[in-house]
């Protein structure tokens, strides 16, 4: 049984920082790993993964914001938030794709930004 906790999430000013932190746990073979948002105007939509060979793909909305990083077994991810924005609101989820192309997901962190 694969599990993800994520970790970080709060309350913070508008321009400020947050760190998030997701461990998997339970016996899987990592294909990609990440963060997910859910926002309250959009629907689930990509944040940040490190997918085959640890090619990293961000959302357009959080470059140049937002760095990922990951440890050296890719079984933990890290997402670093820059110069946060009220938009940036929402419910990260920590995803994880194994090579069998099944998908996990953790129960979510939410992050709220205030003007």
């Known amino acids: 049984q694969v599990q993800l906790v994520e970790s970080g999430g709060g309350l913070v000013q508008s321009g400020g920082s947050l760190r998030l932190s997701c461990a998997s746990s339970?016996?899987?073979?990592?294909?990609?790993m990440g963060w997910y948002r859910q926002t309250p105007e959009k629907q689930r939509e990509l944040v940040a993964t490190f997918g085959t060979g640890r090619r990293i793909n961000y959302g357009d909305s959080v470059k140049d914001r937002f760095t990922i990083s990951t440890n050296r077994a890719m079984n933990t991810v890290y997402l670093q938030m820059n110069s946060l924005k009220p938009e940036d609101t929402g419910v990260y989820f920590c995803?994880?794709?194994?090579?069998?192309?099944?998908?996990?997901w953790g129960r979510g962190t939410q992050v709220t930004v205030s003007l």
């Open positions: 995803y994880l794709r194994d090579y069998t192309t099944r998908e996990h």
């Open positions: 339970g016996r899987v073979s990592i294909a990609a």
